[in-house]
């Protein structure tokens, strides 16, 4: 089994819409991160957490919200997508003592129409 | 603020070709610099990696060296396969409140023909 899951893998989704994305770790990971990557621009960063009660915003957090409901879970929420929000979404999770070294999921197309 | 400049892909070439992905970044303290590798349909994985100036990382035959000087790190592997077409992202950390925050380049898309 995979150590870093994302569900849906693929979302199609209508303006306006809240949707959230789910991600799940089993490797025991302090450090959750979330992420989007687009076309040319490579990845950015949204929201990251180095624990549970520790939540920090990115770089392109507008428009985004987390929850960090525990150490293995961390879900990113839409509350009224927007075309400009379609994005291939990556979880990713690392321990404080190696932070660089970041464990990615497989990835969530997101399309918003 | 900190950023990483990746050449354009793709970039084409014939397994057993020898491979070059440029890579410079702009960083107001003293980085640690990451490749990382995506294969087709797959999150990214990390490739190599490099703490301090002259540092040389290395992995699967893949190698680069932190060129502080000249604020580089360049990929490079001597004979490519066909199965490492992917998408290759350089990243620097800076040690600071935003430890553990990579910045990443666009990412250069690699296809490796038979």
């Known amino acids: 089994d995979a150590d870093v899951t994302q569900t849906p893998r693929n979302r199609i989704t209508k303006t306006g819409k809240r949707i959230m994305l789910e991600c799940s770790q089993t490797k025991g990971h302090d450090r959750m991160y979330w992420y989007r990557q687009d076309p040319g621009l490579g990845l950015r960063l949204i929201y990251y957490s180095f624990d549970v009660k520790d939540i920090n915003k990115g770089e392109i957090s507008d428009g985004y919200s987390v929850s960090r409901q525990a150490q293995a879970k961390f879900s990113l929420s839409l509350e009224s997508a927007i075309p400009n929000q379609t994005a291939l979404y990556f979880c990713?999770?690392?321990?404080?003592?190696?932070?660089?070294?970041?464990?990615f999921g497989p990835g969530t197309r997101l399309l918003v129409l | 603020g900190n950023s990483v400049t990746q050449m354009e892909g793709p970039v084409t070439l014939s397994e057993e070709a020898f491979l070059t992905i440029n890579c410079t970044y702009t960083?107001?303290?003293?980085?640690?610099l990451f490749w990382y590798v995506q294969y087709p349909g797959e999150g990214l994985q990390l490739l190599l990696k490099a703490t301090k100036a002259d540092d040389k990382g290395s992995n699967k035959g893949f190698e680069a060296t932190y060129r502080k000087e000249t604020t580089s790190f360049h990929l490079e592997k001597g004979s490519v396969q066909v199965s490492e077409s992917a998408v290759y992202f350089c990243a620097l950390s800076e040690r600071s409140d935003s430890w553990g925050k990579l910045q990443f380049g666009a990412g250069t898309q690699v296809v490796v023909t038979p």
């Open positions: 990713a999770t690392s321990v404080t003592g190696a932070p660089e070294t970041q464990y």
């Open positions: 960083a107001t303290g003293y980085p640690s």
